[in-house]
């Protein structure tokens, strides 16, 4: 799991810390620096509210029923998989806007004078980030290698943004942010099928928790049905029994159990509610996710050949480091 929410708070992080970068540049260039302290009390608060957010989901749920822990659970790993969906495809969709809304936001926050509003937008924009954060390590709350592997990917983050934002280093964005946005899916698969397991055990979804006369069983045995093999009524087992039972071959508590549920959401022991919601969602989404890729790589090639043209017809002045930087971030970001 650590590699799995490594990699969840470096892409979080990483979309904050260029946010952020791109509003102290911009106030900056304006000549705004008396504003950059309520940008950065805007960032620490919504990192407290994260981390609040985080401790009471972690430790407030331990004073309520197993079913209440359950249904809550399920209902926010739901709600993380909407939020992070949407995040993903509103990145390739509006990336090569960002920094034009958010230099437009500055400037309407500088009319009303006070400067509380780009407080608002830097909170806005880091509590956005660390709410989904929060939302997606929720199944693995508790697990102390989850949570280095997520504190880990935020620092590196943070100093990676530091360092492109002064310009000091360069990365392709659209293909840092195509390849994460491609592991954010596979895991939001993963997330959905946790979420679904615990409504099944609330027995708020049908399924191989919720006992008679839902539940599949072997008119003999009484045993939940598993598979296409346990009976020979298999097709009874569909859709609210077990799918699969590999826990004689896959140790559930075991390293291999944790690292494929940890980056594909498999677990020895699923349901066929668990397997079909999975399947479907990876179905619908992917396809989309990959027209979406090419279109903008297709885009930003079109647009790279124009802007060589155009520099070959009006040569531009040098810009500082920092302000190149933040330009390829933005043209970058356009290119998932």
Known sequence: MFFASFLIGLREGLEAALIIGILLAYVGKLGRDDVKQKIWLGVWIAVGLSLA??????????????????????????????????????MMNTGSKLKDELQTGVDRALLIGSGWAIFWLAFVSVAREGIETTLMLWGWAGNLVAAAGAVVGILIAVGI???????????????????????LIIVSAGVLAYGIHDLQEAAVLPGPFSGSPITPTNFRTGEVLTGFTDSPFWAAAYPFGWAFNLEHVIEPSGMLAAFLKGTVGFVPLMS??????????????????????????????????????????????????RSDALETADAQQGEI
Do not use: C
Request: aromatic share 18%.
């Open 53 to 90: 957010l985080g401790a009471l989901f972690t430790f407030g749920r331990y004073g309520l029923s197993f079913t209440a822990q359950e249904v809550i659970g399920g209902s926010m790993s739901l709600l993380a998989v909407a939020m992070v969906t949407w995040m993903v495809f509103w």
């Open 272 to 321: 066929w509610l668990e397997v079909t919601l999975w399947a479907l969602y990876l179905a619908i989404v992917f396809p989309f996710f990959i027209r979406q890729v090419i279109r903008a790589r297709k885009e930003a090639s079109d647009r790279a050949k124009g802007g060589k043209s155009r520099a070959h017809q009006t040569p531009t002045p040098p810009s500082d480091r």
């Open 161 to 183: 943004g530091y360092l492109f934002n002064r310009g000091m280093l360069r990365i392709n964005l659209r293909v840092f942010f195509a390849w994460t946005g491609t592991f």
